[in-house]
């Protein structure tokens, strides 16, 4: 449920993914970044990024390093992406009263 306060903000959204190299094998995603800005004087409000680990590190190819510079070992301790949803969350209802549940 979203408040009905104009908070005027906008949520960007950014992520680094796996290249999939044959047919049929999909993505995986390596890094989650969002930005808060408030339109009306364009600054950035918060900000959150975190590496992603996948959950086969094998989907890290040569070609997906070469895409994006993220290796296995820079996100072999990283969470998942479950594991960083309660962290977004927090991120993103916090402080300004955006989402209420």
């Known amino acids: ?4 306060v104009d908070r005027s903000e906008i949520a960007f ?3 680094e993914t796996t290249v999939p190299t044959r047919p049929g094998q999909g993505f995986a995603i390596l ?12 600054v950035e409000l ?12 094998s989907l890290i190819s ?4 070469r895409a994006n510079g993220i290796t296995a070992g820079a996100v072999i301790s990283a969470p998942t992406f479950s594991d960083i949803a309660i962290g977004f969350t927090t991120f993103y209802t916090g402080g300004y009263g955006r989402v209420t549940t």
């Open 1 to 4: 449920m979203v408040s009905s």
């Open 13 to 15: 959204f950014d992520l």
């Open 31 to 42: 890094e989650f970044g969002s930005i808060l800005v408030c339109p009306r004087k364009l």
């Open 46 to 57: 918060e900000s959150y990024e975190t590496l992603v680990k996948p959950h086969d590190l």
């Open 62 to 65: 040569t070609l997906s390093v």
